[in-house]
C-alpha cells in the first residue's frame, strides 16, 4: 500500500481535506474512486475537487459527485445536466438522493425520453421513480408499458391516477386491466372500464365484476361506447 493509499485510509475529515489539497493532482483513478466514497469526504473536500477542470473533466467523478449528499445543488445540478440516461435513471430512482438532485435527474431524462431507442426506454420503465411515471405511461409503445407495470416502485395511488386520465393511452388502459399483479384490483378496475379510451373489449371483459353503483355509473355514461353501456344495463337487469 502507498503512502497516499495509507494517508487516504486513515484520514479524518480534517486530515482528508489537507490531504487532497497537497496531493490532488497525484490521485489516479483507483485513488479518487477511494477518495469519492470515503466516510469522511465532506462539502469542504467537494468544493476543491469541483473548482479542478481535470477532475471534474472525469465522466465518474461527475457521477459520483452529482448524487453524494455533501454536493451543494447548485453544482449538484450543473453535474446532473452532463450525465448519460442510465445514471440519470439511477438517481431519479434512489430515495437516499436528494429531492432537489432527483427531480433534477427526472426533468433531464424527460427532456431525453423521445430521442431514446424503445430498449433504452423499456429499462427506464423498469427502474424510473414516481415522478416519470406519468411519462413513460403515455408510452405507445406495449413493451414500454409492460415494463413499467414491472417497476418495483409503481404503486396503485399512482396508476390509479394514470388509468384514470382523459389523457390515458388504450394500450395502457387494456395492459393494466390484463396484467396479473394490477388487473385484479377493483380500485383500478372502475376506472378503467369508466374511461372512454379503454377498448370496448377490455371493457367488457371487466364489467361482470363490477358492483352495482359502478355499472350504474357506467352505464348512464354517455362518454362510453355504446356496447359498453348495454353491457352495463344487461348485468343491472335493465333490458331483456
Known amino acids: 500500500m502507498s503512502e497516499i493509499e495509507q494517508q487516504l485510509a486513515a484520514a479524518d475529515e ?3 481535506l ?5 496531493e490532488l493532482g497525484a490521485l489516479d483513478g483507483a485513488l479518487m474512486r477511494r477518495l469519492l466514497r470515503h466516510p469522511f469526504l465532506s ?8 473548482e479542478d477542470r481535470d477532475v471534474v473533466g472525469s465522466y465518474e467523478v461527475r457521477r459520483e459527485l452529482a448524487g453524494h449528499p455533501k ?3 447548485a453544482p449538484a445540478m450543473r453535474l446532473v445536466a452532463t450525465l448519460y440516461w442510465r445514471d440519470l ?3 431519479s430512482a434512489e430515495s437516499r438522493i436528494r429531492p432537489t438532485v432527483r427531480r433534477a435527474a427526472e426533468r433531464r431524462l424527460a427532456d431525453r425520453l423521445p430521442g431514446l ?3 433504452e426506454k423499456v429499462a427506464i420503465a423498469r427502474r424510473c421513480g414516481p415522478g416519470l411515471v406519468a411519462r413513460i405511461g403515455q408510452d405507445p409503445n406495449p413493451r414500454v408499458i409492460v415494463a413499467l407495470l414491472e417497476n418495483p416502485r409503481l404503486t396503485e395511488g399512482v396508476l390509479l ?3 384514470s386520465r382523459d389523457s390515458a393511452r388504450p394500450e395502457l388502459l387494456a395492459l393494466v386491466a390484463r396484467d396479473r399483479r394490477w388487473g385484479v384490483r377493483y380500485r383500478l378496475r372502475v376506472p378503467i372500464c369508466r374511461n372512454p379510451n379503454t377498448p370496448v373489449a377490455t371493457a367488457l371483459t371487466l364489467l361482470p365484476a363490477l358492483r352495482k353503483l359502478d355499472l350504474r355509473a357506467v352505464a348512464d355514461d ?3 361506447a355504446r356496447a359498453v353501456r348495454q353491457r352495463a344495463n344487461l348485468l343491472l337487469g335493465r333490458l331483456g
Do not use: F, N
Open 14 to 16: 480534517a486530515t482528508l
Open 18 to 22: 489537507e490531504l487532497v489539497r497537497a
Open 43 to 50: 462539502t469542504e473536500v467537494i468544493k476543491v475537487l469541483l
Open 71 to 73: 454536493t451543494p445543488d
Open 89 to 91: 435513471a439511477r438517481l
Open 117 to 119: 431507442a424503445a430498449g
Open 161 to 163: 391516477q394514470l388509468v
Open 222 to 224: 354517455p362518454r362510453l
